[in-house]
Nanobody, 116 residues
Framework: QVQFVESGGGLVQPGGSLRLSCAASGSTFSIYAMAWYRRAPGKQRELVASITLSGRTNYVDSVKGRFTISRDNAKNTVDLQMNSLKLEDTAVYYC??????????WGQGTQVTVSS
């Protein structure tokens, strides 16, 4: 089984930056692609960005040009650099496998709050 631990969240003003990190442990050999998701208050979980083993990335339109996903296969980590943060980026951020891969158990997530 695979476990995820997300970190790096916090309180930031609009226009600021944060870097999230996700560490995977357990049966990590089974992970072919990774993604960052977020769940804003009162909304469903949303896929934000994904990255394949080879480094091909994909982003939801609302974060294109502002967020960058990256991974270190040797360390089994995936990061999300978030720049030019907006109020609507406030959410709990999680990492997991992207569709069509089956999701692993969800971690605790890391809270990102964008507020002036």
């Amino acid at each position: 089984q695979v476990q995820f631990v997300e970190s790096g969240g916090g309180l930031v003003q609009p226009g600021g930056s944060l870097r999230l990190s996700c560490a995977a442990s357990g049966s990590t050999f089974s992970i072919y692609a990774m993604a960052w998701y977020r769940r804003a208050p009162g909304k469903q979980r949303e896929l934000v960005a994904s990255i394949t083993l080879s480094g091909r990335t994909n982003y939801v339109d609302s974060v294109k040009g502002r967020f960058t996903i990256s991974r270190d296969n040797a360390k089994n980590t995936v990061d999300l650099q978030m720049n030019s943060l907006k109020l609507e980026d406030t959410a709990v951020y999680y990492c997991n496998a992207p569709p069509p891969y089956r999701a692993y158990p969800w971690g605790q997530g890391t809270q990102v709050t964008v507020s002036s």
